[in-house]
């Protein structure tokens, strides 16, 4: 392998991950209507999605950088990245690019979301995020 994982740095990162997860699953039991309608429950689901996509890209970078001697020029490219290295499936690239796209929007246009959005990505596509970890995992 070309350049050494920092384990205890993706360990970290891991763990924000699980944590923001747990804190967004415990959410999946609202209706669309009681998440939209608690401000407060709407400031945590993003905050909490903004923790565990960045920890997400985190990963990501420090993978590309250390294993591919390749800097992404934005952060959707990361996943492209370790799609074309077979350390994560097309799939999974594909829908780890859009929540980084989604990121973008929850830390520079904050006045343009849809906050039916973050509901439903809390409802479909944790899952993606946990099977991003299990990737990496395997490099460990």
Not at 20 to 44: C, G, P, V
Request: net charge negative.
């Amino acid at each position: 392998m070309k350049g050494s994982l920092n384990y205890e740095m993706i360990r970290a990162r891991f763990a924000e991950i699980e944590e923001s997860l747990q804190r967004l699953e415990s959410l999946k039991t609202l209706s669309k209507e009681e998440f939209l309608s608690s401000q407060d429950t709407i400031d945590i689901a993003s905050y909490r999605l903004l923790i565990a996509i960045e920890a997400a890209l985190n990963v990501c970078y420090h993978v590309s950088a250390k294993r591919l001697q390749r800097i992404p020029e934005e952060y959707a490219q990361c996943f492209v990245l370790l799609e074309e290295a077979g350390i994560i499936p097309p799939g999974l690239s594909s829908d780890l690019r859009r929540m980084a796209k989604f990121r973008n929007l929850l830390v520079h246009v904050y006045w343009k979301i849809d906050y039916g959005q973050v509901y439903d990505i809390i409802q479909r596509d944790l899952e993606d995020l946990r099977s991003f970890e299990r990737a990496i995992a395997k490099l460990l």
